[in-house]
C-alpha cells in the first residue's frame, strides 16, 4: 500500500494524476486513507518528493531557457511549474509543529454577538473558533445554492476555474464542470443517488465579484485584516469533506451558510500523544476557524451543506 501511495507522487502531468485518481478509487480507496498512508512515511516522502520536484522543474526551467533563448532570470521570475500541487507534497514539505499550541485544549473558543474588539484578543492565536449567528444578516444565506453557483459559472465565458484547486473528497467528480453536469435527483440526494460533496477554489474576478454582492468581510475581522482575491466554495450531503490539514500561509474563516456540519479536529501526527481531538457542530450562520488543525467534516441527518471559506492576514 505505502509503495502504491509513494508512486502517485511521481505523476507530473494533469492526465496522469486523473488516471492514479480513478485508480485508486476503483479500488476502494479513499482519500482519506491515502493521506494517512502517506503519514507515516512523512521523512521518506520529505527527502523523495521534495528533491524530484526540485529537479524537475529546474531540468525544465534550464531546457525552456535554451531552447527559447529567454534569459534565465526572466524565466525564473516567469515559469510556472507544471507538477501539480498535491496532498503528498504538500505533507512531506510541512514543517513539524509546536505541539504548545494545542496541549491544553479542550473545545474550540465559542463567542455568540461577537464584536471585533471582543475578538482582537483571539484574531491571531492558534486555538479554534466558533462564532454563533455570526452570518445570519447575510443575503447569501438565502441566495446561494447549487443553481445559483451552476447559472454564474455556465453565464460567465471561460470561467471553470480550470487553473484553480478542486477538491472532490470521496465524489467521483474530476472538475466543476461535472459537479454542474449531474442530475437533478443526484444535485437533491434522492433515493439510490450517489452522494457527493465537493469544493474549489475561484480564480475569476468576475464571479468573485458577483459572489461578494451578496456578503461582506466578516464583521469581526480585525479592521486592516487583508482578504485574498480567492475564496472558496463548499457544498454537498453525508460524509463532507475528509481529514486533511489547509496548507496555507494566513489564517482562515469559513462561513456555514446551508444545514448542519459536524466538525472533527486533530492535532498534527507529530502532536497526537500531547493533544486530543476536538468535535463540534456548526448550525446556519455560524462562522469557524480551525487554525492549523487537521480537520474532518460531516453532515448529519441528509441535509445539504453549503459553506463558503476565505483566508485573512
Known amino acids: 500500500m505505502a509503495h502504491d501511495v509513494c508512486s502517485i507522487t511521481r505523476s507530473i502531468t494533469k492526465e496522469s494524476l486523473i488516471e492514479a485518481h480513478v485508480k485508486y478509487h476503483k479500488l476502494g480507496l479513499t482519500e482519506e486513507e491515502l493521506q494517512n498512508a502517506a503519514l507515516p512515511n512523512k521523512a521518506a516522502l520529505m527527502r523523495s518528493t521534495t528533491l524530484r520536484v526540485l529537479l524537475y522543474c529546474g531540468s525544465l526551467t534550464l531546457l525552456i531557457s535554451l531552447l527559447i533563448g529567454y534569459d534565465v532570470l526572466n524565466v525564473l521570475l516567469g515559469i510556472r511549474c507544471i507538477v501539480p500541487h498535491n496532498y503528498f507534497t504538500w505533507e512531506a514539505t510541512r514543517a513539524l509543529s509546536d505541539c504548545t499550541f494545542c496541549s491544553n485544549v479542550t473545545q474550540p473558543i465559542e463567542f455568540n454577538n461577537v464584536t471585533r474588539e471582543m475578538f482582537e484578543a483571539y484574531a491571531y492565536s492558534s486555538q479554534p473558533i466558533v462564532v454563533r449567528r455570526a452570518f445570519l444578516h447575510w443575503p447569501a444565506m ?7 453557483f451552476k447559472e454564474l459559472y455556465t453565464g460567465i465565458e471561460k470561467s471553470d476555474d480550470s487553473e484553480c484547486q478542486f477538491l472532490h473528497f470521496k465524489s467521483d467528480f474530476i472538475s466543476i464542470r ?51 482575491s480567492q475564496e472558496y466554495v463548499f457544498m454537498g450531503y453525508e460524509d463532507g469533506a475528509t481529514m486533511h490539514l489547509d496548507f496555507i500561509n494566513r489564517l482562515m474563516w469559513q462561513a456555514q451558510l446551508q444545514g448542519s456540519k459536524v466538525w472533527t479536529l486533530k492535532p498534527p501526527p507529530e502532536c497526537q500523544s500531547r493533544c486530543q481531538a476536538l468535535q463540534f457542530l456548526v448550525h446556519p450562520g455560524d462562522a469557524v476557524d480551525t487554525r492549523v488543525w487537521y480537520h474532518a467534516t460531516t453532515i448529519p441527518n441528509g441535509q445539504f451543506s453549503l459553506s463558503i471559506q476565505s483566508e485573512y492576514g
Open 178 to 228: 461535472d459537479v454542474f453536469a449531474m442530475s437533478s435527483a443526484r444535485v437533491s440526494n434522492l433515493p439510490g443517488e450517489k452522494s457527493w460533496y465537493v469544493g474549489w477554489g475561484n480564480c475569476d474576478p468576475l464571479i468573485l465579484e458577483e459572489m461578494r454582492r451578496h456578503y461582506p468581510k466578516p464583521h469581526f475581522l480585525p479592521e486592516d485584516a487583508e482578504i485574498p
Open 142 to 148: 438565502k441566495r446561494f445554492s447549487w443553481q445559483f
